[in-house]
């Protein structure tokens, strides 16, 4: 079980993503527009699987890293990608960002994408409970699109819950034609300059092996 302030549990929730041998998980990412499910597996040092399908299409996308090996799967499509975070990166318009954020946690000497937050003066703290389970909720009271919005931790298993980030209109843009580049989704709606966009992302199942 984890306690302390919110500094203090961003901290050995991050260490503990670092440092696991192993690392299991599925969940579900919503965005204004579409729906996905994706499962992650992780081995230390270095082997990573990262998989995401969308409500849209049928077919599965895939990541697949070991022994300094990247292998990215894209509408049935293998694409020669160098570097993993390089992956993760072509991969976050349609994974709505869950590939790089769960990248950086598990591999943060290989991924260099920052996992951000807002200055802690500025969280919400909240204890509560679902299904017979504990949970801190950290919500920000400065919304801001560069950092992550809404924590929420299991506090027995030391795990992420639930997360979620806006995106400025800007960087929705990317996104948008990222994912139109891979015809993951398409959208007709012009999105304004000063527009948001959110993420909400949940994970249904986290298991560790420290």
């Known amino acids: 079980m984890i306690s302390g302030n919110a500094e203090q549990l961003i901290q050995v929730v991050v260490d503990k993503y670092a440092t696991c041998r192993t690392y299991r998980d599925s969940g579900m990412a919503f965005s204004r527009d579409f729906v996905i499910e994706f499962e992650t597996y992780y081995v230390r040092p270095d082997r990573f699987s990262f998989r995401w399908r969308s409500e849209n299409f049928t077919d599965e996308k895939h990541i697949h890293f070991e022994d300094g090996k990247v292998e990215l799967f894209l ?22 960002l869950t590939s790089s954020l769960l990248g950086s946690l598990l591999l943060p ?7 951000d937050f ?7 703290m ?10 801190i909720t950290l919500v920000s009271n400065e919304p801001n699109p560069d950092f992550i919005q809404k924590l929420s931790i299991d506090i027995d298993e030391c795990a992420i819950s639930e997360w979620e980030q806006l995106v ?6 990317r996104i948008y034609l990222q994912m139109e580049n891979y015809l993951v989704a398409q959208t007709e709606e012009v999105i304004a300059r ?6 909400r992302v949940i994970f249904k199942h986290v298991a560790f092996d420290q």
């Open 109 to 115: 000497e290989l991924v260099h994408t920052r996992v």
């Open 75 to 96: 509408q049935g499509e293998h694409v020669e990608i160098p570097k993993l975070e390089q992956a993760l990166a072509m991969a976050n318009g349609s994974s709505l």
């Open 168 to 173: 400025k209109a800007e960087h929705a843009d």
């Open 194 to 199: 000063d527009a948001e966009i959110g993420t």
């Open 126 to 135: 909240a204890e509560t409970e679902h299904d017979g389970k504990s949970f």
């Open 118 to 124: 807002m200055p802690i003066m500025s969280y919400d």
